[in-house]
């Protein structure tokens, strides 16, 4: 394996009917990495992949895909979970997984044994028989998996890979995907739920209205920004943390809270004012997290977190 990207883009750029979808956008990705390309819905993350894959042609610029300037010559290479998935209905599930890693050039024999493994694994070893459109979607979104590994690809590009799970099998699809990258597979994951791989990415790159924000070591980008949180657990008032003097934003969850303090704060009289209006059980100051460094960098009114903790484009009245 030598030190070259695995993934290179040089000024790329990507239009639809006049809008810049991806605008000169430069990405190095390493070899054996797991790699977040991340940011709200319709921030151009999908653009990019398909771009990077050949689906789409460039307007300008370049990619590079493992040493190669033409991503179809070396797509058998590539695993590939999209974000609309792509599942036969009435297809038997372990002759579809079968039939999809003969495609990426698997003997039909290894194939077969392959899907049959695949499907153990996710805990669905007894239902190869059935047809996908008897599966659920989260049973689905794990057949679909299998079949972006199933080839052994020296690069997987997971596109919403969580969608539709619930958190055992999250948990189960982390898992299956930190044991590609033990086996030195590169993995590029594509999401706006930025809680759910701020903890499993080496590098990130945060990517809004086409534009790269920010990219770099995820440990590096939250040191950089400082222990600027104030993380409580409490009890108290509906309201009782709006307008709190020396803090900047609140995410507030009911009974804990994350406050983002203002540059020139005092954590000590920002403590005080907190008793005076709450039953304060534990405090802590942290570095911000993802979310909030990406929100800083790119306008509160420009995104938003939803209940569920997904960064969704703000709707403009």
Same mark, same amino acid.
């Given at each position: 394996?030598?030190?070259?990207? *695995?993934?290179?883009?040089?000024?790329? *750029?990507?239009?639809?009917?006049?809008?810049?979808?991806?605008?000169?956008?430069?990405?190095?990705?390493?070899?054996?990495?797991?790699?977040?390309?991340?940011?709200?819905?319709?921030?151009?993350?999908?653009?990019?992949?398909?771009?990077?894959?050949?689906?789409?042609?460039?307007?300008?610029?370049?990619?590079?895909?493992?040493?190669?300037?033409?991503?179809?010559?070396?797509?058998?290479?590539?695993?590939?979970?999209?974000?609309?998935?792509?599942?036969?209905?009435?297809?038997?599930?372990?002759?579809?997984?079968?039939?999809?890693?003969?495609?990426?050039?698997?003997? #039909?024999?290894?194939?077969?044994?392959?899907?049959?493994?695949?499907?153990?694994?996710?805990?669905?070893?007894?239902?190869?028989?059935?047809?996908?459109?008897?599966?659920?979607?989260?049973?689905?979104?794990?057949?679909?998996?299998?079949?972006?590994?199933?080839?052994?690809?020296?690069? *997987?590009?997971?596109?919403?890979?969580?969608?539709?799970?619930?958190?055992?099998?999250?948990?189960?699809?982390?898992?299956?995907?930190?044991?590609?990258?033990?086996?030195?597979?590169?993995?590029?994951?594509?999401?706006?739920?930025?809680?759910?791989?701020?903890?499993?990415?080496?590098?990130?790159?945060?990517?809004?209205?086409?534009?790269?924000?920010?990219?770099?070591?995820?440990?590096?980008?939250?040191?950089?920004?400082?222990?600027?949180?104030?993380?409580?657990?409490?009890?108290?008032?509906?309201?009782?943390?709006?307008?709190?003097?020396?803090?900047?934003?609140?995410?507030?969850?009911?009974?804990?809270?994350?406050?983002?303090?203002?540059?020139?704060?005092?954590?000590?009289?920002? *403590?005080?004012?907190?008793?005076?209006?709450? #039953?304060?059980?534990?405090?802590?100051?942290?570095?911000?997290?993802?979310?909030?460094?990406?929100?800083?960098?790119?306008?509160?009114?420009?995104?938003?977190?939803?209940?569920?903790?997904?960064?969704?484009?703000?709707? #403009?009245?």
């Amino acid at each position: 394996m030598t030190n070259d990207p *695995v993934l290179r883009t040089r000024k790329l *750029v990507k239009e639809f009917d006049g809008v810049r979808a991806v605008n000169e956008l430069d990405l190095e990705i390493s070899a054996g990495s797991i790699f977040g390309l991340l940011g709200p819905n319709g921030s151009g993350k999908t653009t990019t992949i398909r771009t990077c894959m050949g689906v789409y042609i460039p307007d300008s610029g370049s990619v590079t895909l493992l040493g190669s300037d033409d991503p179809l010559a070396v797509r058998d290479r590539v695993g590939y979970l999209p974000e609309e998935r792509g599942l036969y209905p009435k297809m038997q599930v372990v002759e579809q997984l079968a039939f999809l890693g003969a495609i990426r050039g698997l003997p #039909q024999g290894e194939a077969t044994k392959r899907a049959r493994k695949w499907l153990d694994r996710l805990d669905l070893g007894d239902r190869g028989k059935s047809a996908t459109e008897e599966f659920s979607k989260g049973m689905q979104q794990k057949v679909q998996f299998a079949a972006s590994v199933i080839h052994e690809p020296e690069i *997987v590009i997971l596109d919403e890979p969580f969608t539709g799970l619930d958190p055992v099998n999250t948990r189960l699809l982390k898992e299956l995907i930190l044991e590609q990258r033990n086996r030195g597979c590169t993995i590029i994951l594509s999401t706006h739920r930025m809680e759910q791989v701020e903890a499993m990415c080496e590098e990130i790159a945060l990517i809004h209205r086409g534009d790269l924000v920010l990219r770099g070591g995820v440990k590096e980008i939250r040191a950089e920004s400082g222990s600027n949180t104030l993380a409580i657990e409490y009890e108290g008032p509906p309201g009782a943390l709006d307008g709190l003097p020396g803090v900047a934003q609140v995410h507030d969850s009911g009974r804990s809270a994350r406050l983002q303090m203002a540059a020139d704060a005092e954590t000590q009289q920002i *403590v005080r004012t907190l008793l005076d209006r709450v #039953q304060l059980h534990a405090f802590s100051t942290e570095q911000p997290s993802i979310e909030e460094i990406f929100l800083e960098h790119v306008g509160h009114g420009a995104a938003a977190i939803s209940e569920t903790g997904e960064l969704v484009e703000e709707v #403009q009245a």
